[in-house]
Nanobody, 124 residues
Framework: VQLQASGGGLAQTGESLRLSCVAS????????IGWFRQAPGKEREGVAW????????DYADSVKGRFTVTRDDAKSTAYLQMNSLKPEDTAVYFC???WGYGFGSLKSKDYEYWGRGTLVTVSS
């Protein structure tokens, strides 16, 4: 199982970025995919997740209304569209797959496989 997040970079406050998470080595359609982030000196926090069907999503309060998680299983890829970026969104972003089928959570302990992160830096 491999997960690779990409799409990070430098943005200014109010701009947008779209992150991608490409999965390989397993059938993505059976699993939820979660997005997490870790800012310097802070603990990793859950940002969003999307269920295996794509019919259920959930977001951290800090990103609700600004971030959107989607998936395209034909491409084995999940996306995190990040709009209206703020300096506090600066972090390394990771995608992950949970232990069980179907649904995810915003808790990192519920996830088994993790990809390498991609750095998002938002300047004021």
């Amino acid at each position: 199982v491999q997960l690779q997040a990409s799409g990070g970079g430098l943005a200014q406050t109010g701009e947008s970025l779209r992150l991608s998470c490409v999965a390989s080595g397993f059938t993505t359609e059976y699993y939820a995919i979660g997005w997490f982030r870790q800012a310097p000196g802070k603990e990793r926090e859950g940002v969003a997740w999307i269920s295996s069907s794509g019919g259920t999503t959930d977001y951290a309060d800090s990103v609700k209304g600004r971030f959107t998680v989607t998936r395209d299983d034909a491409k084995s890829t999940a996306y995190l569209q990040m709009n209206s970026l703020k300096p506090e969104d600066t972090a390394v972003y990771f995608c992950a797959v949970p232990w069980g089928y179907g649904f995810g959570s915003l808790k990192s302990k519920d996830y088994e496989y993790w990809g390498r992160g991609t750095l998002v830096t938002v300047s004021s």
